[in-house]
């Protein structure tokens, strides 16, 4: 395929970057309207502001993580680092997108019964997810293969790793509500712990960044051929 003269592969790669830039810009984004929620001397409604802000702005590291799998697999396999069918790669496009959808819908509908639902679902692949990546990135590390590069199986490992890290985050996200729940009853325990949550979210926020950079180093490195 070609669109003005540029090949897949330029279209890969370049969205390939493109995903990995909005990846680390959104998340800046969720990190800095975060500092702003957990602010004491602000008014309530504006820390609510910002907490509305950073929930839509977390929506592009989102999506980003489950477009980074389709394009990831699809540049492996026309550069021949992976060795994909049509038919798997038709599969991951369509599972793909079948995620997307529904993490669209669970964020439109969060607090309804079919939201709870979708949670659920979305938790439950996340976890298969996860552990496919693991167990491909690990196999390739031990056996050469599914992945004969020991760079991409890296990759893979660190974007099982990529994958915790945001589960771990939800939580902080759980603590944090619960925080705003309980400003009305116990003002000083509730601060507390806001101020917690956000200072635990920081962690995982850098360390996340700091995988995604080093997964950024990897692809463009190439080390360990
Ligand atoms: C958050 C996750 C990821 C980040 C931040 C990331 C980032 C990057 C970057 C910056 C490059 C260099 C591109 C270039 O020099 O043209 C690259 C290359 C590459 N990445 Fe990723 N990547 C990620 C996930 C994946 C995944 C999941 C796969 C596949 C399973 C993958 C496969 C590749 C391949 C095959 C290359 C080499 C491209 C080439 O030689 O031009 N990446 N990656």
Do not use: N
């Not at 599972?95 to 607090?111: F, G, Y």
């Not at 996340?126 to 167990?135: D, E, K, N, T």
């Not at 599914?146 to 994958?163: Q, R």
């Amino acid at each position: 395929m070609e669109i003005f003269g540029f090949g897949t592969i330029e279209i890969l790669r370049f969205l390939h970057i493109l995903i990995f830039v909005y990846w680390l810009g959104g998340d800046l984004g969720v990190y800095m309207a975060a500092g702003y929620v957990a602010r004491r001397d602000l008014a309530f409604d504006e820390r609510m502001r910002f907490l509305k802000l950073l929930m839509t702005l977390d929506m592009v590291p989102r999506y980003c993580l489950i477009l980074m799998l389709p394009v990831g697999f699809q540049l492996a396999t026309s550069l021949g680092y992976l060795d994909l069918s049509g038919v798997h790669m038709a599969l991951i496009w369509i599972m793909a997108a079948a995620w997307l959808a529904l993490v669209r819908t669970l964020h439109k509908q969060e607090k309804t019964t079919t939201g709870e639902k979708l949670r659920k679902l979305d938790m439950g692949i996340r976890y298969v997810v996860l552990g496919a990546l693991l167990l491909a990135g690990g196999l390739g590390l031990t056996t050469g293969y599914p992945v004969a590069a020991p760079w991409l199986a890296i990759k893979l490992i660190l974007f099982a790793g990529v994958m915790t890290l945001g589960l771990l985050l939800r939580r902080c996200v759980a603590k944090w509500m619960t925080g705003f729940r309980l400003l009305g009853e116990d003002k000083e325990k509730a601060e507390d712990l806001i101020t917690e949550g956000r200072r635990t979210a920081a962690g995982y926020a850098r360390l996340l960044w700091a995988l995604l950079m080093i997964m950024g180093f990897l692809g463009v490195a190439k080390p360990m051929p």
